[in-house]
């Protein structure tokens, strides 16, 4: 039989966009009915993301760092692996932050659904549960469907030892020699982690140079880091077969300097995402839909359709949970009447590799392609005691002026822990900073956030410590 529920606002999709929408909404005295196909609430960032790769990330980290740490004068060994124990740990803070979710969800009353939803008019979904067809008639609706692994058409996807980013997570075994097609963030952090477990890593990249949206300056430390770990990397490469054998997985490769082909024991493809806007019947509820699946939205988050509302990575890059987090809010109070519009200045971009890679604002790329003026002010983190202290001497911070106003455009940063310094910058950008404020801002001594006060002092010229 069928059910039919009223709601004033409709969620599609438990993401970090979708929860943050239906809480904010259900704060600001609206119903709510949350419809997700998963039995766990989260999305993709919580379950199969930002937060597990982050967990392993971690381990990976203690790993290196541990195998250095000769140099210091400390040796502590082989590591011994418990492939079961890494996952367990992992799983384990991922099914906390879940768990919180449902319990956030149930203490403001907002009515979770569980199972595909797809759009049948404008103010109705139709929803297929385990007890059966749920229809849901609601006034307005958020879509926070998000997003898919991309996947390449050739690839034998039934042969186990073909990982995408959700199966690579669940470490079921350290291959010997991993192939990585993709030198994106998500490719690489992966990489990160079967490197520090032991894997021999080769990472195949389409473009000339690794994570492609960033500048060069702040990618050239990782790429020397892992070039010296890694058994290869390929640029301006791509793999046009992967045949499976008793002996591994044989990959064809067409390129620079790549082989014309060579065996691996796994494969893990992380070449992008695709958003979800074509598996939801959206037109049925007269939303467009572009071409590749993604769906337009104003600055209120709001549809060609003007009661529907979308946020997160089906409406485009960058596609990050901060983003997504930010426009559900601003699709939420846009629905309870409040007049927000989404107008950050920036996103920051970090990749969660070692040494972090993180940027913000104007690069120095879009500026030269765009014959945008600025300033720059760089400290290289040789000259930092902290960053010394740590046993890394290759980072780079590097801050970007309007040369006029001494304002601050954008930020690059290059290190351990960058992703955490780039938040610093960030602030500056929407604060409108200028050099001088981060210059005269006293910093604590010895931090890495330093180099941020470093740097602004360098575009002023009034740097006098080298520490
Ligand atoms: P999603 O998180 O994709 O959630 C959409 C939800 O909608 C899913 O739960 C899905 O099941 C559900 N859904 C879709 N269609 C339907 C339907 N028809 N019916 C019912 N439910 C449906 N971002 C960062 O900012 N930092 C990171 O460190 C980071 N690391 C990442 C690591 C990996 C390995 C991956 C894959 C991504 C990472 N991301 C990271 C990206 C981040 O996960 C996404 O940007 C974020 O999850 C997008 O949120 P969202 O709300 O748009 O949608």
């Given at each position: 039989g069928q059910s039919d529920i009223e709601t004033e606002v409709l969620v599609l999709g438990s993401g970090p966009g979708g929860y943050t929408a239906a809480f904010r909404a259900a704060d600001l005295g609206k119903q709510v009915v949350l419809v997700e196909r998963h039995a766990v609430i989260g999305g993709v960032c919580l379950n199969v993301g930002c937060i597990p790769s982050k967990a392993l990330l971690h381990t990976a980290q203690?790993?290196?760092?541990?195998?250095?740490?000769?140099?210091?004068?400390?040796?502590?060994?082989?590591?011994?692996l418990d492939l079961d124990a890494i996952r367990g740990y992992k799983n384990g803070i991922v099914s906390k932050l879940t768990g919180g979710l449902a319990q956030l969800a149930k203490q403001r009353k907002v009515s979770v659904v569980t199972g595909e939803g797809t759009f049948t008019s404008p103010h109705t979904l139709v929803v297929e549960t385990a007890e059966g067809r749920k229809l849901i008639h609601f006034q307005n609706a958020i879509i926070a469907a998000g997003s898919r692994v991309a996947k390449l058409p050739f690839v034998p996807w039934d042969d186990p030892r073909v990982?995408?980013?959700?199966?690579?997570?669940?470490?079921?075994?350290?291959?010997?020699?991993l192939l990585v097609i993709g030198g994106g963030i998500i490719g690489l952090e992966m990489a990160t982690v079967y490197h520090a477990l032991g894997a021999k890593v080769t990472v195949?990249?389409?473009?000339?140079?690794?994570?492609?949206?960033?500048?060069?300056?702040?990618?050239?430390?990782?790429?020397?880091?892992?070039?010296?770990?890694?058994?290869?990397?390929y640029l301006k490469t791509q793999v046009t077969a992967i045949e499976p054998?008793?002996?591994?997985?044989?990959?064809?490769?067409?390129?620079?300097?790549?082989?014309?082909?060579?065996?691996?024991?796994?494969?893990?493809?992380?070449?992008?995402?695709?958003?979800?806007?074509?598996?939801?019947?959206?037109?049925?509820?007269?939303?467009?839909?572009?071409e590749r699946g993604f769906i337009e939205v104003d600055s209120q988050q709001r549809t060609n359709a003007p009661h529907i509302f979308a946020i997160g990575d089906i409406v485009g890059q960058p596609m990050l949970a901060h983003k997504a987090t930010h426009e559900g809010k601003v699709a939420a109070e846009a629905i309870a009447g409040e007049n927000v519009h989404f107008d950050a200045r920036t996103i920051p971009s970090v990749a969660y590799t070692d040494p972090e890679v993180a940027w913000m604002g104007l690069t120095e790329n879009e500026a030269k392609a765009k014959g945008i003026a600025y300033e720059k002010g760089a400290f290289p983190w040789a000259a930092s005691g902290r960053s010394l202290s740590l046993g890394r001497d290759e980072g780079l911070t590097k801050v970007l002026f309007d040369p006029d106003t001494k304002r601050v455009l954008g930020a690059g940063i290059v290190g351990p822990n960058a992703g955490e310094l780039i938040a610093e910058a960030t602030l500056a950008l929407e604060m409108d900073a200028e050099a001088g404020d981060l210059a005269l801002t006293v910093h604590p001594h010895p931090t890495l956030s330093e180099t941020l006060n470093f740097a602004a002092e360098a575009a002023e010229g009034t740097i006098t410590d080298l520490y």
């Open positions: 203690v790993i290196s760092e541990a195998a250095e740490f000769a140099r210091h004068g400390v040796s502590f060994g082989a590591p011994e990982m995408d980013s959700t199966d690579a997570l669940e470490v079921q075994e350290v291959p010997k020699r195949v990249e389409l473009a000339d140079g690794l994570i492609p949206g960033a500048d060069r300056d702040i990618v050239r430390p990782l790429e020397k880091r892992i070039k010296a770990r890694y058994e290869n990397i054998g008793k002996k591994g997985l044989l990959c064809k490769f067409q390129g620079d300097r790549a082989p014309a082909e060579d065996t691996f024991d796994r494969v893990l493809v992380a070449i992008g995402r695709w958003p979800n806007g074509k598996l939801i019947d959206a037109e049925a509820a007269g939303v467009s839909v572009t």
